[in-house]
């Protein structure tokens, strides 16, 4: 069993385990800094800002208890150099994509994201994503984004096909 909490992908063993992190990630995370290994996985690039299918990824460094996977050698290297910018959270966030105004139902739902002036703006879709990289302020000035505080969510059960 997994769950997403505030961009992060947790394996759980049970629903004990989900409860425990849940109930405060921040601390969890803070606990695993000095681990060598990784609690959970940030579930986009961390470099590009884009949605990773983390099954798929050949590019990891675990750093501070998580494991950032990579789109490209080229991002890792880019991390590696400086991990602390890129692994800053921002204080507040929109799930609310500025592009199109669709709302984004959870962190796993996203596309990407782009952090702009302290807000992490997750986008519905990788063409959204495009579109803020490239003109950010443009694309701002719509006035569909919704700013909130960042919580901690249970990403969706993944479906057997």
């Known amino acids: 069993k997994a769950g997403a909490v505030a961009r992060y992908s947790f394996p759980f063993c049970c629903v004990g385990c ?18 060598k290994g990784a609690i959970g996985t940030f579930m986009f690039d ?13 590019e990891t460094v675990d750093y501070k208890g998580i494991r950032y996977a990579f789109s490209s050698a080229d991002d890792k290297t880019a ?6 910018k890129f692994t800053k959270i921002p204080a507040k966030e ?5 592009n199109s105004g669709e709302k ?8 990407g994201f782009v952090d702009v002036d302290g807000v992490r703006y997750y986008t ?19 006035g569909k984004a919704v700013v909130t505080t960042p919580t901690a969510a249970p990403s969706p059960e993944k479906k057997d096909k």
């Open 18 to 35: 989900t409860q425990e992190i849940m109930k405060d990630p921040v601390k969890c995370i803070d606990a695993a800094k000095d681990s």
């Open 46 to 58: 961390p470099v590009g800002g884009t949605k990773l299918d983390l099954e798929k990824v050949k």
């Open 79 to 84: 991390f590696n150099a400086d991990p602390a």
């Open 94 to 98: 929109s799930l609310v994509c500025p």
């Open 104 to 111: 984004i139902d959870n962190y796993a739902s996203a596309g």
């Open 124 to 142: 519905c879709c990788g063409d959204c994503l495009v579109a803020m990289k490239k003109d950010a302020a443009s694309v701002l000035a719509k």
